[in-house]
Every structure is written in structure tokens, then in C-alpha cells.
């Protein structure tokens, strides 16, 4: 079994349209690039209970377990390095309170949805990411090349 983790995006309506909040990823695993906000599942932590913790501990932002919205999960093997094979639950939120702030993990900042930075982000997201900010649903499994950086395959995901 692999180990849980969770990612939640907030969005909210900007000048220029959708905005999602990303984070730089300060250091550890993805150090560099534009991250959702989450992390690992403490022991007998539930995903939505994790989505909450992380969101705080990462921006200061506040948001209600009711106002989490569960919209899939994604599998990641990574061949080469299995200690960062993982499986992630993915929420998005629209209601939240507070303005985000840098924390020791992660700068935050708002992004259009329509011109999300790809290139700055785990390579998988290309994949999915726009839909599920756009009001859809997933249920996938990437596996990375020997880089550590590139998607070489999608696999099945794992039986629910």
C-alpha cells in the first residue's frame, strides 16, 4: 500500500477571471516547483482532516472540512526512487478565509486557471489539472522516468 497524501487547490474569482492558489515549494520533494497545497495523511488522519491541517500550516488560509470538495485521486510510481510513490487525494475549495501567507514550506500566490504555469509544476498535472479546476473529476496513475521530473507512462489506477 502506498503511502496517502492529499493536494487542495482554492480558487476564487479574480480580476482577471479564475484564480487558483499555487505555492513555490520551498524544500524536500518537488523543492522549486508550483505546488497545490497539502501533504502527507498523519497517522489515523482522514484526507479531508489532512486537506485542512495543510492548507493552515502551508498559507494560513482557514477552510472548512464542509466546504472541501473531493474531486478524485492520483496514483504516482516513481520506479527509480519508490520512497516518493504515492497516492493523492485531490480536493478543490471555493469558500476559505484568510489571506495566504508565506510559510516555512511554500511562497503562495494566486494564478489564472486559464493561463496555469505548467511548466512550473510536476509534470503530471498537464494531464489533469485544468479539468478538475474547470468542475471535473479524476482518477488516475503516472509513472515517472529515471529523471524523477517526466511522466514516461500512465498506468491503470489501483481498484478503489
Do not use: I, N
Amino acid at each position: 500500500m502506498l503511502p496517502r497524501v492529499c493536494v487542495c487547490y482554492l480558487l476564487r474569482d479574480g480580476d482577471g477571471g479564475r484564480q487558483v492558489l499555487l505555492g513555490r515549494k520551498k524544500e524536500g520533494l518537488g523543492a522549486g516547483r508550483l505546488v497545490g497545497l497539502g501533504g502527507k495523511l498523519e497517522p489515523g488522519e482522514s484526507a479531508v482532516a489532512a486537506a485542512v491541517r495543510e492548507v493552515h500550516e502551508e498559507s494560513g488560509v482557514v477552510v472548512a472540512a464542509s466546504d472541501l470538495d473531493h474531486r478524485g485521486r492520483l496514483t504516482y510510481r516513481f520506479p527509480t526512487r519508490s520512497s516518493w510513490s504515492q497516492e493523492s487525494d485531490v480536493f478543490v475549495a471555493e469558500r476559505f478565509d484568510g489571506e495566504p501567507v508565506e510559510s516555512d514550506e511554500l511562497v503562495p500566490a494566486w494564478y489564472e486557471v486559464d493561463r496555469l504555469p505548467l511548466d512550473e509544476m510536476w509534470d503530471d498535472a498537464r494531464f489533469w489539472l485544468p479539468g478538475v479546476l474547470a468542475g471535473g473529476r479524476v482518477r488516475r496513475a503516472f509513472r515517472f522516468a529515471a529523471d524523477l521530473a517526466s511522466v514516461d507512462a500512465e498506468e491503470q489506477p489501483p481498484a478503489a
